[in-house]
């Protein structure tokens, strides 16, 4: 009998071009199948065009791939869906249920699907957030994404369903360019300060928001996975946290390493996002329940990026 695959859905953008590798350097290549709706990309393994919501597709690709679990990446962040509300919630609804319905079916034994910090509102409580709190999302991507949590609460509870999730916060990396989100400054302003030295940040200086570094998103979201699942208490979503900062304390790292860098400030509608938005998150039940801890900082994330982004 051939081994069972891993499918990871949306493997093109930020969080799917890293999580890939991770997961065929662990699993090996062989076992992995990355899929987006491009029609090709360059990945170390297998890669198939899939839309997540083509229904009769995704199943045929779970069949003939004999795929046991799925990293459901595919969404439409927070500022594009801003932008196209209707098929903003057609993507990051209809694509989940795609695949929560087929391990109803029994053809998946394990899904991961990320939730973000964008499910919390104007009446969360803005520093340390706790799991359990007031959530009132006022944007396309975060009403979404707390649907999103009480369908997969749902689906286990009912069905048996194994699913995963996180909520993540503002993800920085340097392997791919940010896709439409309202922590996107925090990405972008390494690439202007290494090409420019200046960079024009649109949300203001004192704008904190929860972060942390792609490494250790990715880490999160395979630990996940492979912890027991009676460990998985909580089947909606886990808050994760690794720092909290904003644009003017990240600039001050940077000058550090480039000394003439600017940063000037000239907020746009992500502003009205991010204000609603946390400032810092509290996790401690994904640190006592699956032993989550992160390992990058402020600091030592500043110079990873640069080193990185230097090559």
Sequence with gaps: MKHSKILVIGACGQVGTELVDNLADRFGPERVIASDIRDQADFSVDYIKLDVLDRAAVKQVVIDNNISEVYHLAALLSATAEKNPEFGWKLNMDGLFSILDLAKEGLLKKIFWPS????????????????????????????????????????????????RSIRYPGLIGWKSLPGGGTTDYAVEIFHEALKNNSYNCFLSADTALPMMYMSDAIKATIDIMQAPSDTIKIRSSYNISAMSFNPAEIAHEIKKHISDFEIQYEPDFRQAIANNWPASINDQEARDHWNWKHEFDLRRMVVDMIENLKG
């Design 116 to 163: 973000s910090i964008a499910v919390f509102g104007p009446t969360t409580p803005r520093f340390d957030t706790p799991q359990y709190t007031i959530i009132e999302p006022t944007t396309v991507y975060g009403i979404s994404k707390f649907a999103g949590e009480r369908w997969c609460q749902y689906y286990h509870d009912r069905y048996g369903v194994d699913v």
